[in-house]
């Protein structure tokens, strides 16, 4: 536990074999896309970097850089990586557009890029999730952080713990290491998502698996105005 985080009592989960198996199964595959994305700072983020997973857990990975779009899909290709579904979505006018790929029929596999700079904030989030790098992984690491429910995971040596994050944002901030902004902010819209559901997405557009990425951003930025500032173009 970080120096100075108090939380109060938490629940403590201890893994069955099956659930590991799962783990090991979904790390698997998230090193073959780390592997094929070297160099371009890569993570798999949420349950598979903490290790609370389920079998119907996604594999999901961030490149936090912001990197040409056919240098992503070339290293994919290469790889033997083939791209099932891509988009691309906005969350809001303000929020920076991400490319997503989907690397199997299931849609459980996504890699996902910024289309422009991410903000120290949309950067975070990834942190307040959990995320691992190739080298984590290669040494069997598991990560904090927080899961869809609300509740902070810290991994132990035969399972994990569960905290409360709400009324306990500040210690959460400090034991992930992120801005107390970025906490109060999640538990924000991940309540209010709980509360009505989930809201509208600016943009959100299919793009069909054997288009290059460039075209759909090019065609997307000649007609919303939004899209074409945030992707700089």
Do not use: C
Request: charged residues 30%; positive net charge.
């Amino acid at each position: 536990m970080a120096e100075g985080a108090r939380l109060p009592q938490g629940f403590r989960v201890i893994y069955d074999e099956t659930r590991w198996r799962i783990l090991d199964e979904k790390r698997q595959k998230a090193r073959r896309v780390l592997r094929a994305l070297t160099g371009l700072n890569a993570y798999v983020y949420g349950s598979v970097a903490r290790g609370d997973v389920r079998r119907e857990s996604d594999v999901d990975v961030i490149v936090l850089d912001q990197v040409p779009p056919y240098l992503a899909e070339m290293r994919l290709n290469m790889a033997g990586l083939r791209a099932y579904a891509k988009e691309i979505v906005q969350a809001t006018p303000s929020y920076v557009p991400k490319a997503y790929i989907y690397l199997d029929p299931d849609l459980e596999v996504t890699v996902s890029f910024p289309l422009g700079r991410l903000r120290p904030r949309e950067a975070d989030f990834y942190t307040w999730g959990g995320k691992l790098d190739m080298a984590g992984l290669e040494r069997g690491a598991r990560v904090p952080g927080v899961n869809k429910e609300l509740k902070l995971i810290v991994p132990t040596g035969d399972g994990h713990v569960e905290y409360p994050v709400s009324g306990h944002e500040a210690e959460v901030a400090r034991l992930l290491g992120v801005d107390l902004g970025t906490v109060s902010e999640r538990l924000r819209v991940l309540g209010r998502r709980r509360e009505v559901g989930r809201t509208g997405t600016f943009i959100k557009v299919e793009v069909p698996p054997d288009e290059p990425l460039e075209e759909a951003i090019d065609r997307l930025a000649r007609a919303n105005e939004f899209f074409r500032r945030a992707v700089g173009l």
